[in-house]
Protein backbone atom coordinates (compact mmCIF):
# COMPACT_ATOMS: atom_id res chain seq x y z
CA UNK A 1 0.00 0.00 0.00
CA UNK A 2 1.41 3.16 -1.13
CA UNK A 3 2.30 5.90 2.02
CA UNK A 4 4.67 6.26 4.91
CA UNK A 5 6.55 3.27 6.24
CA UNK A 6 9.17 3.78 9.54
CA UNK A 7 11.10 1.24 10.64
CA UNK A 8 11.42 0.30 13.22
CA UNK A 9 8.10 0.32 15.46
CA UNK A 10 9.98 -0.61 18.85
CA UNK A 11 13.48 0.16 19.96
CA UNK A 12 15.12 0.39 23.23
CA UNK A 13 19.23 1.99 23.53
CA UNK A 14 21.43 2.42 26.20
CA UNK A 15 22.64 5.87 26.97
CA UNK A 16 25.16 6.89 24.60
CA UNK A 17 24.27 4.77 21.81
CA UNK A 18 23.53 5.67 17.90
CA UNK A 19 20.73 4.51 15.42
CA UNK A 20 19.40 5.12 12.13
CA UNK A 21 15.46 5.73 12.04
CA UNK A 22 14.20 4.88 9.15
CA UNK A 23 11.43 6.66 6.83
CA UNK A 24 10.56 6.12 3.08
CA UNK A 25 7.71 7.11 1.00
CA UNK A 26 6.52 6.06 -2.12
CA UNK A 27 4.22 8.70 -3.35
CA UNK A 28 6.80 10.83 -4.84
CA UNK A 29 6.33 13.93 -2.53
CA UNK A 30 8.72 16.35 -2.12
CA UNK A 31 7.92 17.23 1.68
CA UNK A 32 9.05 15.20 3.96
CA UNK A 33 9.33 15.85 8.13
CA UNK A 34 10.11 14.28 11.35
CA UNK A 35 8.34 14.98 14.40
CA UNK A 36 9.01 13.65 17.72
CA UNK A 37 5.63 13.44 20.22
CA UNK A 38 6.22 13.40 24.21
CA UNK A 39 3.77 11.87 26.58
CA UNK A 40 0.55 13.97 27.06
CA UNK A 41 2.63 16.36 24.60
CA UNK A 42 2.06 17.84 20.79
CA UNK A 43 4.44 16.97 18.05
CA UNK A 44 7.26 19.13 18.09
CA UNK A 45 9.13 19.31 14.41
CA UNK A 46 12.86 18.03 15.01
CA UNK A 47 13.90 18.40 10.90
CA UNK A 48 12.41 19.08 7.40
CA UNK A 49 13.10 18.72 3.99
CA UNK A 50 11.47 20.54 1.14
CA UNK A 51 13.24 17.87 -1.35
CA UNK A 52 15.92 15.67 -2.42
CA UNK A 53 19.38 17.60 -1.03
CA UNK A 54 17.41 20.17 0.77
CA UNK A 55 17.15 19.84 4.64
CA UNK A 56 16.72 22.57 7.42
CA UNK A 57 16.00 22.20 11.49
CA UNK A 58 12.71 22.52 13.41
CA UNK A 59 11.41 23.29 16.34
CA UNK A 60 14.08 20.49 18.77
CA UNK A 61 16.72 19.66 16.22
CA UNK A 62 19.58 19.18 18.71
CA UNK A 63 21.12 15.66 19.12
CA UNK A 64 19.75 15.02 15.75
CA UNK A 65 20.92 14.92 11.96
CA UNK A 66 18.80 14.47 8.74
CA UNK A 67 19.75 13.76 5.22
CA UNK A 68 18.00 13.51 2.15
CA UNK A 69 19.98 11.68 -0.65
CA UNK A 70 16.43 10.25 -2.53
CA UNK A 71 13.19 11.48 -3.10
CA UNK A 72 11.67 8.62 -0.92
CA UNK A 73 13.63 8.16 1.58
CA UNK A 74 14.48 10.41 4.70
CA UNK A 75 16.62 8.95 7.73
CA UNK A 76 16.67 10.56 11.15
CA UNK A 77 19.98 9.68 12.81
CA UNK A 78 20.32 9.93 16.60
CA UNK A 79 23.93 10.33 18.02
CA UNK A 80 24.59 9.39 21.47
CA UNK A 81 21.41 8.95 22.89
CA UNK A 82 20.01 10.46 25.90
CA UNK A 83 17.20 9.75 27.91
CA UNK A 84 15.37 12.92 26.98
CA UNK A 85 15.56 11.23 23.36
CA UNK A 86 12.98 8.54 24.70
CA UNK A 87 9.79 9.38 22.71
CA UNK A 88 7.54 8.33 19.74
CA UNK A 89 9.05 9.49 16.45
CA UNK A 90 6.62 10.41 13.80
CA UNK A 91 7.89 10.78 9.61
CA UNK A 92 5.04 12.60 7.25
CA UNK A 93 4.93 13.34 3.53
CA UNK A 94 3.35 16.08 1.48
CA UNK A 95 3.54 16.79 -2.23
CA UNK A 96 3.28 20.68 -1.29
CA UNK A 97 3.82 23.40 1.19
CA UNK A 98 -0.05 23.09 1.98
CA UNK A 99 -1.02 19.19 1.86
CA UNK A 100 -3.65 20.45 -0.65
CA UNK A 101 -6.85 18.44 -0.45
CA UNK A 102 -5.28 15.22 1.52
CA UNK A 103 -3.02 16.78 4.04
CA UNK A 104 -0.39 15.55 5.18
CA UNK A 105 0.50 11.66 5.43
CA UNK A 106 1.95 9.82 8.53
CA UNK A 107 3.41 6.91 9.03
CA UNK A 108 2.81 4.96 12.19
CA UNK A 109 5.57 6.08 14.29
CA UNK A 110 8.60 4.48 15.59
CA UNK A 111 8.14 4.10 19.96
CA UNK A 112 12.15 4.62 20.97
CA UNK A 113 13.10 4.63 24.69
CA UNK A 114 16.51 5.02 26.28
CA UNK A 115 17.64 3.80 29.19
CA UNK B 1 7.87 30.12 21.53
CA UNK B 2 4.76 28.30 20.94
CA UNK B 3 3.40 29.38 17.76
CA UNK B 4 0.27 27.42 17.86
CA UNK B 5 -1.46 26.96 20.98
CA UNK B 6 -4.40 24.33 22.34
CA UNK B 7 -5.41 25.63 25.16
CA UNK B 8 -7.49 23.24 26.39
CA UNK B 9 -6.61 19.81 26.99
CA UNK B 10 -9.74 18.04 27.32
CA UNK B 11 -13.12 18.17 26.36
CA UNK B 12 -15.74 15.91 26.75
CA UNK B 13 -19.39 15.49 24.59
CA UNK B 14 -22.40 13.60 24.16
CA UNK B 15 -22.97 11.73 21.75
CA UNK B 16 -25.04 13.80 18.86
CA UNK B 17 -24.05 17.08 20.56
CA UNK B 18 -21.97 19.55 18.76
CA UNK B 19 -17.90 19.60 19.66
CA UNK B 20 -15.91 22.66 19.41
CA UNK B 21 -12.35 22.47 19.62
CA UNK B 22 -10.25 25.33 19.50
CA UNK B 23 -6.83 26.83 18.49
CA UNK B 24 -4.76 30.34 18.62
CA UNK B 25 -2.16 31.20 16.80
CA UNK B 26 0.87 34.19 17.24
CA UNK B 27 2.41 34.17 13.66
CA UNK B 28 0.73 36.17 11.42
CA UNK B 29 2.47 34.85 8.47
CA UNK B 30 0.69 31.40 8.80
CA UNK B 31 -1.38 31.30 6.10
CA UNK B 32 -2.88 27.52 6.23
CA UNK B 33 -4.41 25.57 8.47
CA UNK B 34 -4.91 22.06 8.96
CA UNK B 35 -6.59 19.13 11.58
CA UNK B 36 -5.92 16.13 12.53
CA UNK B 37 -7.34 13.29 14.39
CA UNK B 38 -4.75 10.78 16.29
CA UNK B 39 -5.72 7.56 17.81
CA UNK B 40 -3.65 5.80 20.13
CA UNK B 41 -0.58 3.82 18.56
CA UNK B 42 -1.28 5.46 15.36
CA UNK B 43 -0.02 8.40 13.35
CA UNK B 44 -1.97 11.37 13.12
CA UNK B 45 -4.71 11.07 10.47
CA UNK B 46 -5.86 14.37 8.14
CA UNK B 47 -9.32 15.37 8.67
CA UNK B 48 -9.63 18.83 7.24
CA UNK B 49 -7.93 22.05 6.28
CA UNK B 50 -8.80 25.65 5.33
CA UNK B 51 -6.45 28.34 3.75
CA UNK B 52 -6.05 31.87 4.91
CA UNK B 53 -8.53 33.70 2.08
CA UNK B 54 -11.63 31.45 3.74
CA UNK B 55 -13.46 32.20 7.09
CA UNK B 56 -15.09 28.49 6.83
CA UNK B 57 -14.23 25.09 5.15
CA UNK B 58 -16.60 22.43 5.33
CA UNK B 59 -16.44 18.54 4.74
CA UNK B 60 -19.39 16.00 6.09
CA UNK B 61 -19.48 16.54 9.87
CA UNK B 62 -16.58 18.41 10.11
CA UNK B 63 -16.20 22.66 9.52
CA UNK B 64 -13.53 24.65 10.62
CA UNK B 65 -13.68 28.34 11.14
CA UNK B 66 -11.00 30.98 10.85
CA UNK B 67 -10.83 34.16 12.69
CA UNK B 68 -7.91 36.11 11.47
CA UNK B 69 -7.96 39.08 13.13
CA UNK B 70 -8.47 37.00 16.12
CA UNK B 71 -5.69 34.31 15.05
CA UNK B 72 -8.00 31.51 16.15
CA UNK B 73 -9.61 28.43 14.59
CA UNK B 74 -12.04 26.27 15.50
CA UNK B 75 -13.16 22.54 14.51
CA UNK B 76 -17.08 22.22 14.68
CA UNK B 77 -17.95 18.15 14.42
CA UNK B 78 -21.75 17.53 14.14
CA UNK B 79 -23.14 15.75 15.53
CA UNK B 80 -20.05 14.24 17.59
CA UNK B 81 -20.19 10.25 17.82
CA UNK B 82 -17.63 7.76 19.83
CA UNK B 83 -15.85 7.20 17.24
CA UNK B 84 -15.12 10.70 17.25
CA UNK B 85 -13.02 9.84 20.70
CA UNK B 86 -9.32 10.64 19.92
CA UNK B 87 -6.38 13.58 20.02
CA UNK B 88 -7.54 16.62 17.83
CA UNK B 89 -4.54 18.70 16.80
CA UNK B 90 -4.52 21.49 14.90
CA UNK B 91 -1.39 22.55 12.50
CA UNK B 92 -0.66 25.43 10.52
CA UNK B 93 2.27 26.33 8.14
CA UNK B 94 3.09 29.93 6.47
CA UNK B 95 4.87 31.42 3.43
CA UNK B 96 7.89 33.96 4.23
CA UNK B 97 11.22 32.86 4.34
CA UNK B 98 11.70 32.59 7.90
CA UNK B 99 8.79 29.28 7.71
CA UNK B 100 8.54 28.14 4.31
CA UNK B 101 7.83 24.47 4.57
CA UNK B 102 7.26 23.95 8.28
CA UNK B 103 4.22 22.67 9.48
CA UNK B 104 3.72 23.74 13.21
CA UNK B 105 1.34 21.69 15.57
CA UNK B 106 -0.59 22.25 18.45
CA UNK B 107 -0.22 20.48 21.70
CA UNK B 108 -3.36 18.54 20.78
CA UNK B 109 -6.81 18.07 22.87
CA UNK B 110 -8.73 14.58 23.66
CA UNK B 111 -12.06 14.83 22.79
CA UNK B 112 -13.96 12.58 24.76
CA UNK B 113 -17.77 11.53 22.74
CA UNK B 114 -20.17 9.62 25.59
CA UNK B 115 -23.07 6.89 24.45
Known amino acids: NAGVTQTPKFRILKIGQSMTLQCAQD?????MYWYRQDPGMGLKLIYY???????DKGEVPNGYNVSRSTTEDFPLRLELAAPSQTSVYFC??????????????FGSGTRLTVV | DQQVKQNSPSLSVQEGRISILNCDYT??????FLWYKKYPAEGPTFLIS?????DKNEDGRFTVFLNKSAKHLSLHIVPSQPGDSAVYFC??????????????FGQGTTLQVKP
Open chain 1, 92 to 105: ASSYTRTGGSYGYT
Open chain 1, 27 to 31: MNHNY
Open chain 1, 49 to 55: SVGAGIT
Open chain 2, 27 to 32: NSMFDY
Open chain 2, 50 to 54: ISSIK
Open chain 2, 91 to 104: AATGGGSSNTGKLI
